[in-house]
């Protein structure tokens, strides 16, 4: 009963954004890998490698307002991630722009989440900061910082538990309208 009421919210809030989705002028898709984990790990990794992966699709409007949804995955500690964002891109130069936005995002941790909430994952939110840098036309690469407020690592250990991670991420860019 309870994820169904968190997958309403989760598809009201798409229901809501639909009108940023139409009015899109380009879209993009990017894939990115948490670098910390990447190269040497954490904690829940016992300081091993271990890729945790981001995919997104975002479409941006004209007045520069980037609506997206992502899929975060990280096998090693059975977590993953899914959710929306909003944010409104910031060109510092013609090749160069920034993406502060809020995102709201559901977390799937396998066993601990059924003892929790009974499959019902467990709702987040947090800020992201992108920043990206056109290579090719239709190609960026960029860092993406991402500050989340953890609710199954609340529940795992106690506290707020908000965390911070970044992200290298590739970027295919396609322009709708020209």
Known sequence: MEFTKKLWRMKKLIILLFPLF????????????????????????????????????????????DVGIFYENFNRIAFTRYGCSVGYQLPITEKLIVTPSVEF??????????????????????????LQYEILDNFCIGLKGNYIKRNDLSYLYGGTNLL?????????KINLIK
């Open 22 to 65: 139409v009015s899109g002028q380009n879209v993009s898709f990017s894939a990115g890998v948490d670098v910390r984990n990447a190269v040497i790990g954490s904690k829940p990794t016992q300081n091993k490698p271990e890729v945790d992966y981001l995919l997104g699709f975002n479409m941006i409007s004209f007045n520069r307002f």
């Open 105 to 130: 995002s559901l977390i799937n941790r396998g066993e601990v989440e059924q003892e929790f909430c009974g499959n019902g994952g467990f709702m987040s939110y947090g800020l992201n900061c992108k």
């Open 164 to 172: 911070l991670s970044g992200y290298l991420e590739l970027t295919y």
